[in-house]
């Protein structure tokens, strides 16, 4: 507890005197009415979805202490359009001139004592407004909000002294103990007065060891005076922020009263007094009460459940979808409607005549069969949403489901990102068969081998772009991608056509295998070997080549009669990897080549080794020697024998 000398009151007293001398008068810019009737401020204060009752001015002169006003011009300082302003002082002389002396003052000479008040300020008795009325809460509404702008003479000099001047709303009634005051600030919890709402400066006549709060300027709007704790001159220096004859107000505060019950009535009373004496008045702007509408807190889940294969779904696999309405809020809900684009035109039992009292809940299922453009998606994607009614009042709420999927997850749909979601197990699979087929008994250089190749889906999803690659140099391979569906095969689309060539004589065969390629839905490649006779394996499709018989032709004639000009091994083509060596009687070598084909590569009768014969001159006709090796499937073969060259004279 802190003390005041008898001479700060006399100070007070003589600076109120001072101001009856040195008093300015200006315009107003707010409109304003005295003396409101009962009915005239019940009208004022009586904002939305709520009524208000009841009435009774217990302490304040209504000619004097009350007025109800209005503005038709915008001011960032003040902001409200109308309402009821309420003084320890004269509405008059507060509404009708701007700040223009330090200190202002009016006595009513009204002494009141308020328990509920003086348990915040127990000296808050002086001239003292005090009223109270009944609110009535509509039956979407549990809450009270009320907004005003508290305005002092107090300020700024008086700031940590007695001269507290005080605010209050107090309210009770069901579900709230005892009489409590609602009407503090916002960040700090403490009551709107002048020691805990101000510029943040101690007063000329305050002192550092009262319950004062100084870090509340950003609710306080100077309104011309002083601001370094010096006593303010009689003359303020301005600006004037507000047209109105204090030093200094509040921005707007709202106070709610919270968790309150829809449909009941609850007593307010408003409060405001001088505390300490009733010298330098204080005031404050009420704007319309009002009770925002509180939409019925209703919760509605959804969650789905596959019940088939966890390795593969079929189509005609079933879901179970599971939903449950809980009423989590304060009245009675009805009028349910169900909306689900999976179950459309679908009746649920008991949900049509369904009241849903507080805390009641209501569940049911329903099945669903997925089909197979489901499973081709790899899961089922939906939300829910239940429409329900309160009174006049229609509502509808989105399912929260319980199956949703990170945005990183291969099957996540930024088109439907909150959606139910549930994964069906997907299996895409494709498998090929190669066949071959010829005509000719026993294939040669040239001959024609065609292909046949039988594609099939074995997987539980449809398939699309299906095609096949081959990489047999020389395949000649035709038809365009297909789709083919789960259980569909197709073996008249893709065919192939291949010359047998030199080289499939080496190893004696042809063999290859082709790969089957397609995509899901989801654009995931899937491949599959072939197998030259079942579904379910991937062997090799294989071609046998018969050997070439290799004949050797001993006599040549070269005359250029087109008979026996040349050196006919037959067959030696099917073996190019071989060399061809003669000798003349003297086993000197007359003629080498490799890779002999009896076209490009052959001995016309003529000598390759140049030192010994005239290559243009032929060597002449006798007896010669020949050696002849080739590789058959990597045997090594060795002929050799007599060649009778034999020239016309």
Known sequence: MFLFSKKSSYKKYLLLCGFFFFQLATFAQIDYTTNPTLTNLIEALEGENLQISNLVILSGNPESQIALFEQDFINPNFLMDSGVYFSTGDVNTELSQVNASSNSSSTNNIFYEDEDLQSIEESATFDVVLFQFDVSLG????????????????????????????????????????????????????????????GGVLGFFGSSEANVDLNQTELYINNGHLNTGEENPLNQPGPFLVDVEFNGLTTLIESTAINLLPGETYQVKIALADTADSIYDSGVFFKPIRAPLVEPELSFTKQGIYLGDENEAQVGDEVRYVFEIINNGFVNLN???FIDNFFENYEIEGLADLILAPNE?????????ITQ????????????????????FDFSRLSDNSNVLDENHPFYNSNCPDCNVVLLPQNPELSLIKEASFNEENLNLGSLIQYNFNIKNTGNVDLFSVRIEDNLPGLRLFGEPITLLVEEENETNFSAEYNVQLSDFAIG??????????????DEEITDLSDNEFFIENNPTEVPIPPCDVSIFNTITPNNDGINDVFVIEGIACYPDNTVKIFNRWGVEVFSAKSYDNQDVVFTGNSSARAIYNSDEGLPSGVYFYIIQYTNQEEKITEKGTLFIKREN
């Open 373 to 392: 453009d489901d499973i081709n998606r790899g899961a089922l994607y939906n939300t829910a949403s239940i429409n329900y009614a309160y009174a006049e």
């Open 139 to 198: 039956n979407l509404s549990n809450s009270i909000v009320f907004s005003y702008q508290f305005a002092s003479e107090e300020y700024p000099d008086f700031v940590g002294s007695i001269y507290n001047d005080v605010f209050a709303i107090f309210i009770e009634g069901p579900g709230i103990e005892g009489a409590e005051n609602i009407a503090k600030i916002p960040t700090s919890g403490n009551p709107t007065a002048v020691n805990f709402v101000n």
């Open 509 to 522: 065969k042809v063999i290859n295998q082709a790969t089957a390629i397609g995509y899901t839905l989801l």
């Open 361 to 369: 809940s209501f569940s049911f299922e329903l099945p669903y069969f």
């Open 335 to 337: 009028e349910f409607v």
